[in-house]
């Protein structure tokens, strides 16, 4: 039995499932590589009110 037609995915239309699954990918990587950085300047900035200077330590998290 073959896949049985649905509707699009979100109405993204024809391809937005490749689409969303890119996008998914593309999200999962950031979280792999990227966001953790992110939230350790966030919780500096949210601490310090302000930056991390390149010189300065960011906590762990």
């Known amino acids: 039995m073959g896949r049985r ?3 699009d995915l979100v ?3 024809p391809g937005g499932e490749r689409e969303a699954a890119a996008g ?6 950031y979280i792999d590589d990227g966001l953790a950085e992110y939230l ?3 919780v500096f ?3 310090e009110g302000r930056q991390a200077r390149p010189d300065e330590h960011l906590p762990k998290l």
């Open 5 to 7: 037609p649905g509707p």
């Open 11 to 13: 109405g993204l239309g």
């Open 24 to 29: 998914a990918r593309a999200y999962a990587a």
């Open 40 to 42: 350790r300047g966030y």
């Open 45 to 47: 900035h949210l601490a």
